[in-house]
């Protein structure tokens, strides 16, 4: 292996908004099987770490461009964080006042973040769940004249996963194969935007999608009621509180039903979260690929997959995040923060700095 050098982008951005999109595609080398070729496309390589960059800026910039948003105005949405980590990313970039609703259920570090971005966190209590939290920033638009982001119901969002997200995996795999694509949902709008062109582009790759297995809400065959403007008026019946930050709130978005009604997915298969936190694990320490619950979830469902497919198959991941944002939950537990005993050993083999242990 030669000496490894770059070249740069070749570029100069004019905002941080630019680098969003275009993340990469990376082979799994050693926990995969030997039968199959798995990548992952891995999403923590957008600016504020997660996929839903891609939504958070299309959502601001296409109500912009339809004058949806007006200059100075504050925009308001409910989140398990991500959305509402891209959103503070790019409203500082803009110049918007921006107001987050969260459940308290959800890992400290995220809503730090927000708020180091500038952002408002207003929390809402864990026991009305994710209705709760939406429930509150629709009633926050409503009584202040706030722009509601509407990540759950928007067309914006599905749109901009057709546009890059999709684009950029069948440049990827442009003339080679794709026999399957896993993901896993929180709102929908990865699965519906690149369900939409793989059906129609690459109509042999087999979407699968997961969802937790202890809120398996879309295989439950029930879909809660929604209103005039498709926003959800129910929690839903079969959502029990799960580990995966991100996926699964307490209905069934609308950017979903989309994929749902259209089909574009060929199975649907529920994980725990524990598989979820075991293949994060794994995916950090033996491939160097630091994700989250989420990714780790995915994941595990991709390696389900992996065991019975036919020799040669080439399966493509989705890694939705960065697992920095996880690090108060149980991804974390029993990850040492003062030296470890074999650690001790290490130190006292040789006889500088040393330090004092109890």
């Given at each position: 292996m030669?000496?490894?050098?770059?070249?740069?982008?070749g570029?100069?951005?004019?905002?941080?908004?630019?680098?969003?999109?275009?993340?990469?595609?990376?082979?799994?080398?050693?926990?995969?099987?030997?039968?199959?070729?798995?990548?992952?496309?891995f999403?923590?390589?957008?600016?504020?770490?997660?996929?839903?960059d891609?939504?958070?800026?299309?959502?601001?910039?296409?109500?912009?461009?339809e004058?949806?948003?007006?200059?100075?105005?504050?925009?308001?949405?409910?989140?398990?964080?991500?959305?509402?980590i891209?959103?503070?990313?790019v409203?500082?970039?803009?110049?918007?006042?921006?107001?987050?609703?969260?459940?308290d259920?959800?890992?400290?570090?995220?809503?730090?973040?927000?708020?180091?971005?500038?952002a408002?966190v207003?929390?809402?209590?864990?026991?009305?769940?994710?209705?709760?939290?939406?429930?509150?920033?629709?009633?926050?638009?409503?009584?202040?004249?706030?722009f509601?982001?509407?990540?759950?119901?928007?067309?914006?969002?599905?749109?901009?996963?057709?546009?890059t997200?999709?684009?950029?995996i069948l440049?990827?795999?442009d003339?080679?194969?794709?026999?399957?694509?896993?993901?896993?949902?929180g709102?929908?709008?990865?699965v519906?935007?690149?369900?939409?062109v793989?059906?129609?582009?690459?109509?042999?790759?087999?979407?699968?999608l997961?969802?937790?297995a202890?809120?398996a809400?879309?295989?439950s065959?029930?879909?809660?009621?929604?209103?005039?403007?498709?926003?959800?008026?129910?929690s839903?019946?079969?959502?029990?509180?799960?580990?995966?930050?991100?996926?699964?709130?307490?209905?069934?978005?609308?950017v979903?039903?989309?994929?749902?009604d259209?089909?574009?997915?060929?199975?649907?298969?529920?994980?725990?979260?524990?598989?979820?936190?075991?293949w994060?694990?794994?995916?950090?320490?033996?491939?160097?690929?630091?994700?989250?619950?989420?990714?780790g979830?995915t994941?595990?469902?991709?390696?389900?997959?992996a065991?019975?497919?036919?020799?040669?198959?080439?399966?493509?991941?989705?890694?939705?995040?960065?697992?920095e944002?996880?690090?108060?939950t149980?991804?974390?537990?029993?990850?040492?923060?003062e030296?470890?005993?074999?650690?001790?050993?290490?130190?006292?083999?040789?006889?500088?700095?040393?330090?004092?242990?109890g």
């Open positions: 030669g000496t490894r050098t770059t070249e740069g982008r570029k100069l951005h004019a905002s941080i908004l630019d680098t969003i999109g275009n993340t990469p595609t990376v082979r799994i080398n050693k926990i995969a099987p030997d039968h199959v070729d798995v990548y992952v496309k999403e923590a390589f957008n600016p504020g770490g997660s996929v839903k891609r939504l958070a800026v299309n959502i601001i910039e296409a109500a912009e461009r004058g949806r948003l007006k200059p100075g105005q504050t925009v308001v949405e409910a989140t398990s964080g991500n959305t509402g891209g959103l503070a990313m409203c500082a970039a803009k110049g918007y006042p921006l107001v987050i609703t969260m459940a259920s959800f890992s400290v570090e995220r809503r730090r973040l927000m708020r180091f971005l500038g408002k207003v929390l809402t209590p864990r026991a009305l769940k994710g209705f709760g939290m939406y429930s509150k920033a629709k009633e926050l638009a409503e009584k202040n004249g706030w509601l982001a509407s990540q759950f119901e928007t067309p914006d969002n599905a749109d901009i996963h057709q546009n997200t999709a684009r950029e440049a990827d795999f003339g080679e194969r794709l026999d399957y694509w896993v993901t896993g949902y709102t929908g709008g990865t519906s935007g690149v369900g939409r793989l059906r129609e582009s690459r109509p042999d790759t087999k979407i699968i997961t969802e937790p202890n809120a809400i879309v295989g065959g029930y879909v809660n009621t929604r209103n005039e403007a498709n926003q959800p008026t129910e839903h019946p079969s959502f029990e509180p799960h580990p995966i930050q991100g996926w699964t709130p307490d209905f069934i978005p609308f979903l039903q989309e994929a749902m259209g089909a574009y997915y060929d199975e649907l298969l529920p994980v725990a979260g524990a598989d979820g936190i075991s994060s694990r794994r995916l950090a320490a033996e491939e160097g690929i630091f994700t989250g619950i989420s990714g979830s994941f595990a469902i991709a390696m389900q997959i065991q019975t497919a036919p020799k040669g198959s080439v399966l493509l991941v989705m890694l939705p995040d960065t697992g944002r996880y690090l108060s149980p991804l974390f537990e029993g990850i040492a923060e030296m470890t005993e074999e650690e001790i050993a290490i130190s006292q083999s040789t006889p500088s700095a040393q330090m004092e242990t």
